[in-house]
């Protein structure tokens, strides 16, 4: 049985408590978010904020973008995984902007992912972060985190992006993604999660929980803060640059 809404909402204003900030990725404005998010693949949001203000000092456009070399473009972003793929990819996307919807990032789930190198995720993380619209990008993390609570039992992202999209009200739906990526990423592991710190677990579905606190408790839960106040930091210090 999927969960009510009630309980749905009560798990993600629990985690929000504990996740107060945008997601690492969400910049504010559309063309510097839908860059960081292609160039997120495969790579620590961390290590792509900290490319950004050089990238975005070159290239503050997508017609600056459009016109790039695409070499150029690589050596801005040699320290990240599959730089020459997104290179190429992120010079197609800009052209693509430019030359068919005027240099500005389009605004619907429709034109965003008819452009090139853009899937559902990235969209969906562009019309909550920078629109103002329902949408859950499932990545990694949500894809674990919300077949582990069982308000899904899918086999695929986009199986559970689908279903997510059913049971999750609109009105909560921009919530998911930032709020279960980071409880992903730091308490709900992939490997062991930590469900001894964890503050949804009575809502929780997930058979082999691992309720032992370590001797370390305090340390982690240290790390933890001190890992998203450095996360959010980069985030705002691109978020804020012109
Ligand atoms: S109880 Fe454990 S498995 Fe369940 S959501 Fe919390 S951390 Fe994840």
Redesign the pocket.
Known sequence: MPPEHEEIRTVLTRLRKDYPHPGALHLGDPYRTIVAVSLSARVRDEQVLKLLPAFFEAYPTPAALARADVQAIQAKISTIGMFRQKARNLKRLAQDVVGRFGGEIPRTMEALTSLAGVGRKTASVLLVACFDTPAIAVDTHVFR?AN??GWVKEKTPEKTEAALLKIVPSKLQPLVNPVLMK?GRY??LPGR???WM?P??DF?R?KD??LKTPPDADDVKQDIARREAALEAMRRAVAKQP
């Open positions: 985190v582990r609570l409880f308490v709900c999660p930590r469900c964890c949804v677990r929780c997930f929980k691992n």
